[in-house]
Nanobody, 124 residues
Framework: QVQLVESGGGLVQAGGSLRLSCVAS????????MGWYRQAPGKQRELVAA???????RYATSVKGRFTISRDNAKNSVYLQMNGLKADDTAVYYC??????????????????WGKGTLVTVSS
């Protein structure tokens, strides 16, 4: 099993920045891709960004140019730097991990493990 713990959420004004962090523990040797999904009230969970162990990335169109995903394999961590935040970015952000790289190569919902989420609220 893999445990994922997110941090870094909070309240920010539109145009501001936040950095989310996620640390993995447990059977981390089994995971390859890691990434971030988000779920706004009344909406489905959607992919924000994902990154493979080798550094291949995928972004949702809505966040390209504003968000950057990065990873530190030595620290078993993945990060999401969010700049230029908009009210539409308000959601619970979940860290996910996959044994393969389906989420990176196809964007399909493919995570095997999930964190509990961290709330990001952007005030307009």
């Amino acid at each position: 099993q893999v445990q994922l713990v997110e941090s870094g959420g909070g309240l920010v004004q539109a145009g501001g920045s936040l950095r989310l962090s996620c640390v993995a523990s447990g059977s981390i040797y089994t995971i390859n891709a890691m990434g971030w999904y988000r779920q706004a009230p009344g909406k489905q969970r959607e992919l924000v960004a994902a990154i493979s162990a080798s550094g291949i990335t995928r972004y949702a169109t809505s966040v390209k140019g504003r968000f950057t995903i990065s990873r530190d394999n030595a620290k078993n961590s993945v990060y999401l730097q969010m700049n230029g935040l908009k009210a539409d970015d308000t959601a619970v952000y979940y860290c996910g991990a996959e044994r393969g790289i389906t989420v990176v190569t196809t964007g399909r919902y493919a995570m095997d493990y999930w964190g509990k989420g961290t709330l990001v609220t952007v005030s307009s």
